[in-house]
C-alpha cells in the first residue's frame, strides 16, 4: 500500500509560517495530491490540492497564504504555510488519490497560538 508521512507541524505565533511535508512511497507526478485539516469537534476540510498535471487549487480561506507545491524527484508534496491565523490550528492531513484509490497520513498538528 502507499505510505504517506506528514512533518513539519509544531507550535507558531500568529502571522507566523510553516511548511509541511508529506513523503510518499508511491509515485506522486501520477496522481492527484491534497492536503486536509481537522480540528476537534469540526469535520475534516479540503485545503489545497495539486493534480497529476501540476495544476492548483485551495480554498478560500487560504487562499493567498498557503501554496502547494511537489518535488517529484523526492515524490513530496510541500504546504507553505504564511500569515498563520489561530483558525488554522488542526492537524493536517496529506491525501493521495490515483484511480478510484485514496491514501491517507496520520498527520501532523499545527498550532497557531500566542
Known amino acids: 500500500q502507499v505510505q504517506l508521512v506528514e512533518s513539519g507541524g509544531g507550535l507558531v505565533q500568529p502571522g507566523g509560517s510553516l511548511r509541511l511535508s508529506c513523503a510518499a512511497s508511491?509515485?506522486?507526478?501520477?496522481?492527484?495530491m491534497g492536503w486536509y485539516r481537522q480540528a476537534p469537534g469540526k469535520q475534516r476540510e479540503w485545503v489545497a490540492g495539486?493534480?497529476?498535471?501540476?495544476?492548483?487549487n485551495y480554498a478560500d480561506s487560504v487562499k493567498g497564504r498557503f501554496t502547494i507545491s511537489r518535488d517529484i524527484a523526492k515524490n513530496t508534496v510541500y504546504l507553505q504555510m504564511n500569515s498563520l491565523k489561530s483558525e488554522d490550528t488542526a492537524v493536517y492531513y496529506c491525501?493521495?488519490?490515483?484511480?478510484?484509490?485514496?491514501?491517507w497520513g496520520q498527520g501532523t498538528q499545527v498550532t497557531v497560538s500566542s
Open positions: 508511491g509515485s506522486i507526478n501520477i496522481a492527484s
Open positions: 491525501r493521495r488519490s490515483y484511480g478510484i484509490r485514496n491514501d
Open positions: 495539486i493534480t497529476s498535471g501540476g495544476t492548483t
